[in-house]
């Protein structure tokens, strides 16, 4: 297990080191025209002290490791672009509690309005509950600029991969609206979580909120922008609570 994680490590590094290498060639190359490149590549390293996903633990005993990096191009008031996201548990024993997630996306800001969609494929451990090792998800979601918070909602329905606890194919909806504001360097916010039905994979019966998470965070601007984040999960269907915090680092080339 442990020469399986160093493995991984090693090729998220060389994938970073790339990213990183190309996108220096873009800006150079954009400097030197005189204009801005229409190309935008983020990377991203964020320690959690435990992994909470949806109103449930995703992993028991350990904090854990999650890099990630984001190439998006826009045009006027569109976008689109690809991530890559990682999970890997710094002390997970002898489970496999590895993850890798990638998402393909498009978004548009009409005004006060933004809207987006996209398609995610979770790379998960066959022994995850009701899921087969892959699962494939859709998503699309609007925000309003205008209000005095900043606001959001997001609709997901999983589209392959998830199986309830018969073995036969099912198809989980959940919506995540969320809330914030911020001042200065200090963020507040708040995000919830409603799964849309009976679901074996949110452990619902019916309609039911199983997610409520308030947070607050502190950035340390600079080259690498720094933030430093307090959470606390529950999900009143099941009675989870959760308190974790996250640390990332991240930094954008255009």
Not at 140 to 164: H, K, M, Q
Request: glycine share 12%.
């Amino acid at each position: 297990m442990k020469h399986k994680m160093y493995v991984a490590w090693c090729w998220c590094i060389i994938a970073i080191f790339v990213l990183v290498a190309a996108a220096g060639n873009m800006t150079v190359g954009a400097e030197e025209e005189g204009s801005s490149s229409p190309v935008d590549i983020a990377i991203d390293a964020t320690y959690a002290s435990a992994y909470y996903w949806r109103g449930a633990s995703a992993g028991v005993g350990t904090s854990f490791m999650q890099p990630s990096a984001d190439v998006s191009y826009s045009a006027g008031a569109f976008s689109v672009g690809a991530n890559v996201w990682y999970s890997q548990g710094i002390d997970g024993g002898d489970a496999d509690n590895s993850e890798i997630d990638y998402t393909v996306y498009a978004g548009a800001s009409l005004g006060a309005v933004d809207i987006s969609a996209g398609v995610i494929d979770y790379a998960i451990p066959g022994s995850f509950p009701f899921a087969d090792g892959h699962v494939l998800e859709a998503n699309a979601g609007i925000g309003i600029s205008a209000l005095p918070l900043d606001n959001s909602v997001t609709f997901y329905v999983n589209l392959a991969g998830e199986e309830d606890a018969s073995g036969d194919a099912a198809n989980s909806m959940y919506l995540a609206p969320s809330l914030g504001t911020s001042y200065k360097n200090l963020g507040i916010g708040l995000t919830g979580g409603i799964a849309l039905g009976e679901s074996d994979y949110y452990g619902t019966e019916g309609v039911a909120l199983v997610d409520i998470t308030p947070s607050i965070s502190y950035t340390i601007p600079g080259d690498a922008e720094t933030s430093v984040s307090f959470n606390i999960g529950y999900n009143p269907n099941s009675g989870l609570k959760m308190s974790y915090v996250t640390i990332g680092t991240s930094f954008s080339i255009d």
